[in-house]
Structures are given as C-alpha cells and as structure tokens.
C-alpha cells in the first residue's frame, strides 16, 4: 500500500491533491459491487507484525538480486505492451524525476488525515528511497474509462529498502485499514483490505482500496509484487468484479516477472 507521495515517483499522483484530482479507476452509483466484498479466504492469514505478504506463494524460489537499469526497465514494460496488446504510455526514469521536481514534496496545506498517524505527507522522506532506484511506468486502458491502469518498476541495489517498504506497507494496513481525508472541506473515506492473490513473483501483497467520495464510489486493486530487488505495482480500476480484477492483476504481474526474468 503506497503512499500517493511515493507513487509520485512511480504513478505521478499528486503531491498536491485537490477534490478534481483524487484517483478515479471507477465510480458506481451505490454500493461497492456484491463480487467486491472481501471473503473469508482474502482475510490475511499470517501474523499483522510480519513482512510477509499473505498473497506469497512459499514454493517460489527467491531470485538472486539483480538490480536493473532504467534502460532494461523500459525493455521490460515494452515487451508487456506487446504481448499484452495495451497501447500503453511508457514513462522512463528521467521523466519521472521531472515529474517529482515539478510536483514537489511539501504536504498539501489544505488536507487533513483521521487519524493522524495514516497521514503519509507527515514523511518529508517519503518520496526518497523511490528515488534512490531505477524507474519507469506505464499507463494503460483498464476496464474504468475514468482513469488508466498502471504497471510501474522501481529497481534498487539491495533488498533493504523492499524489507522496510513490506514492513510499512503490513503496519500501514493494520492501523489505517479505514481513515478519513479532509481536502478543502470536502470530506473522503478510504477502506482498504487485503486480498489473496497468487502470482509467479518471489512474494505479492494485494489490496482493495474503496474510496467514497459525497455520491460517489471509486475501487481499485492494486499488486505490489517482488522480483529479487526490483518491486512491480499493478493498479487496476474496478470492473464490477473484484476476482476478476484480481486474476487481471495477477496477469500483468505475471507477464512483467517474465519479462525481467528474460533479461536476466
């Protein structure tokens, strides 16, 4: 679960958010969709403390850390492209830092987080760590025409700062499954839960996020799988049914190991 000032460097979120530009995979009229609910089998079933993600698959073989140049990152998600037949917009490393110098990292003046400890801007650094590896993303057209899917690389040197994005990612979900976002005195509510997925990386963690804006809904799923040293995240918009956005995600996660894994 990123943090919308470390998905700068890797989604292009805002540094700034106002009410125009909160994300928008989906919007339905009511309820979240009945196939969205979470089932008892998408319950995490391993310690909240650990960094192990419950979507991980305990026969897969840990790759050796290989770390990618943005060059190679930039193959990889070509090579998803096509073989997946997306159409997407590749953004490389050096754009993406573009990106971030203009974005800027100073927490948004006008929004306010319930409770206080789920406010992701409190981190000046946050955005840091991303910075320190190699990137690139792609966007794409998913099932919701509000907003594109995504597949971003960030690739580093060592798995220190992937042990303590897991770490983060676990506690963030343990206590700030629900929180509450004031932007400009419009009022939205996010709930996340973790799903089960699995996929062909060394370790996956997945999450529905539903936002409620006033007379809105809006669901993603998004996958953050691990490759050796180099972390995918795959967001995908709703499409009305939460397994079958799942099973998406577990494709395009599947598809981008084969790719890296080629390179190699």
Not at 4 to 27: K, Q
Not at 164 to 178: I, K, W, Y
Not at 206 to 223: D, H, K, N, W
């Amino acid at each position: 679960m990123l943090s919308c000032a470390a998905l700068i460097a890797v989604g292009g979120c805002s540094a700034g958010p106002d009410i125009d530009e909160l994300p928008a995979p989906a919007t339905l009229s009511a309820e979240p969709t009945d196939g969205a609910e979470p089932t008892e089998a998408a319950e995490p079933t391993v310690d909240p403390t650990s960094t192990e993600p419950a979507g991980t698959d305990p026969t897969t073989i840990a790759q050796p850390n290989t770390e990618y140049t943005p060059e190679e990152l930039v193959a990889a998600l070509t090579a998803v492209d096509e073989e997946q037949s997306l159409a997407g917009v590749i953004l490389p490393d050096s754009d993406i830092r573009d990106l971030v110098d203009r974005a800027g990292t100073e927490a948004p003046s006008d929004l306010t987080v319930t409770p206080e400890e789920c406010n992701v801007f409190a981190d000046t650094d946050v955005v840091g760590p991303a910075l320190s590896a190699s990137l690139a993303v792609m966007t794409f057209a998913g099932a919701s025409s509000l907003q594109p899917d995504s597949l971003s690389l960030t690739s580093h040197g060592s798995d220190d700062v992937i042990q303590d994005q897991l770490a983060a990612n676990r506690s963030q979900l343990a206590e700030c499954s629900e929180f509450e976002m004031d932007i400009a005195g419009e009022v939205v509510t996010a709930a996340v839960t973790e799903q089960r997925v699995t996929t062909n990386a060394d370790r996956t963690f997945a999450v529905r996020t539903v936002v409620r804006i006033p007379g809105t809904i809006q669901e993603t799923v998004s996958l953050t799988a691990l490759i050796g040293t180099t972390t995918i995240n795959v967001t995908v918009g709703s499409s009305g049914d939460n397994a079958e956005d799942l099973t998406r995600g577990e494709e395009l996660v599947d598809a981008t190991v084969a790719a890296l894994r080629s390179l190699q």
